[in-house]
């Protein structure tokens, strides 16, 4: 099991009220920062956030990447040609390995 900051790492162990485990939570993370969880997984997870100061700091590590990420990655597109000699590069690589 993964240790996490606030070592606790096993559900209802130091946070009474909590039916999910700190590891089943960062694994789930993403799909609470993405809104991708049902209603009922999104309020298991933040009621564990809630009680779990480890946990909490780690999804907040996560949330600013996911933030860094949009900030530098978004509206930009590689140029032209970069584009052209991926779509190559990849063509060639998957012929190649259709011979093979």
Same mark, same amino acid.
């Given at each position: 099991?993964?240790?996490?900051?606030?070592?606790?790492?096993?559900?209802?162990?130091?946070?009474?009220?909590?039916?999910?485990? /700190?590891? *089943?939570?960062?694994?789930?993370?993403?799909?609470?920062?993405?809104?991708? /969880?049902?209603?009922?997984?999104?309020?298991?997870?933040?009621?564990?956030?809630?009680?779990?100061? =480890?946990?909490?700091?780690?999804?907040?590590? *996560?949330?600013?990447?996911?933030?860094?990420?949009?900030?530098?990655?978004?509206? *930009?597109?590689?140029?032209? =040609?970069?584009?052209?000699?991926?779509?190559?590069?990849?063509?060639?690589?998957?012929?190649?390995?259709?011979?093979?």
């Amino acid at each position: 099991m993964t240790d996490f900051a606030c070592g606790c790492g096993s559900p209802d162990a130091d946070h009474p009220g909590s039916d999910v485990d /700190c590891a *089943e939570v960062m694994a789930e993370v993403w799909t609470l920062l993405d809104g991708e /969880c049902t209603d009922e997984s999104r309020n298991r997870l933040r009621q564990h956030l809630e009680n779990c100061p =480890g946990c909490l700091r780690e999804y907040g590590v *996560e949330e600013r990447i996911k933030v860094l990420i949009a900030t530098k990655c978004s509206g *930009e597109k590689a140029p032209t =040609g970069l584009r052209e000699r991926l779509r190559v590069e990849i063509r060639r690589t998957t012929i190649v390995r259709e011979l093979h």
